[in-house]
């Protein structure tokens, strides 16, 4: 029985224990979630006191909103948590309870019986009944381990009942816990509804912008349009030059290669030989190695100089840095749901920070266009057949067939059309662009 109790209690703090950790987890997320929230309130803040209202602004109060769920998500897990906890508090004490009413009983039954054989006559008398010596010697034995029973019963009680008040103690704790949870949970869902409502006031008035913000939207589908195709431009006389290039390094070795011929055929003249059957003589020259045919690369643009930038670059794939130290991502590559219900596809990652933030390139690589497009800056940085480009840039510190490194700044973040400072991100190989974000490490 005592082994059963002090089992029976090890599981009991083991499951407690867990809940524990489990619950200090739901906080650290919870703390993270918090973080979150007040840097986001910040980019909020800051740009509602420079600009009226915008589609940054629009992803600020949805990424605060959605946040926010998130937090009562975690706070309702923590109050299923406590739940359970509370649940299985409370099955250890009715088993305690149960287990206490049997020992009670079993110790009644044991007193009772102890009683009714309480006078040194019957002792003596159960002791000298005994058919021989050893019999009389195993009832003594009997009787001193019956009295550690009894007593050993007593203790169990006692130590069964301090059990059962801890539970109880700690039913009351978990109660308190909860209590106060839910009263945080109640607290949260009114922040979320007065963030519910700033987020349909903010998409109320960009919805009066009407014309204006319709004009924003045909202006960046243009503007796409044509920094796509200043990327293409520019991807494709890359390709050109290198086609050359190459062109001018095969003539260079051809030529190389007929004056090696010509050099071998002077070091060794024609030397002649004749014929055991006619007497004629014939010229015999010393037979010249065929050239192996050159191995072509699988992309015009991989030459021997570039292999290994080429090959580094695809190693760091997820874990290239960003290009601005500090940003929000505005519209992500692909599909992008605006507050008017629009949805405008761009080829790009939208990342808005402050006017003037540094703009980085993310790899080593060499720049083959710095140019203006639509009253933008715009720089592609070649990384072997792999390309970035930096599009609605301002103070621009590189030019074309410059060598850069992975950090260098190469110009500044500018104005979009809503007056918020963005740059749009593109990651391009030979035929189209891809989503930079997945080249990119997560934040």
Partial sequence: ????????????????????????ELERQRSQLKKEIEQ??????????????????????????????RVIENISKDLRMLDNNIYGIQKDINKYDRLLDTLKQEYAKSMVYSYKNRSNYDFLNFIFSADNFNDAIKRITYLKSYRTYREMQGQNILRTQELRKKRIVDLGGARQTKTSTLQVQSKEMQTLEQQQKEKDRILAELKKQGKNYNNQIAAKQRQITKVNSAIASAIKRAQDAARKEALAKAAE???????????????????????????????????????????????????????????????????????????????HYGKNTLPSGTVLVVTSTTISSDIGTAVKAVFDGTVIMSQAVEDMQVVTIQHGRYFSTYSNLSGVTVQKGQVVKTGQVIGRVAANFDGVGAIDFYM?????NFDPESWLRRR
Avoid at 57 to 67: D, H, P, R, S, Y
Wanted: charged letters at 25%.
């Fill in 428 to 432: 391009s190989n030979e035929t189209s």
């Fill in 253 to 331: 070795e051809d030529r190389r290669k007929k004056e090696a011929d010509k050099a071998n055929v002077k070091a060794n003249p024609v030397t002649t030989s004749t014929s055991p059957t006619n007497g004629t003589t014939k010229a015999v020259s010393k037979p010249t190695k065929v050239a192996a045919p050159a191995k072509t690369n699988t992309s015009v643009l991989l030459n021997s100089d570039n292999l290994a930038l080429n090959a580094s670059f695809e190693r760091n794939r997820g874990s290239l840095p960003w290009p601005l130290d500090k940003g929000y991502v505005l519209m």
């Fill in 40 to 69: 986001t309130e910040k980019l909020l803040s800051s740009n509602k006191a420079q600009t009226k209202e915008n589609l940054l602004q629009w992803k600020l109060i949805n990424n605060k909103v959605n946040l926010q769920d």
């Fill in 1 to 24: 029985m005592t082994k059963f109790i002090f089992s029976f209690f090890l599981l009991s703090f083991v499951t407690i224990h867990v809940s524990a950790q489990t619950r200090e």
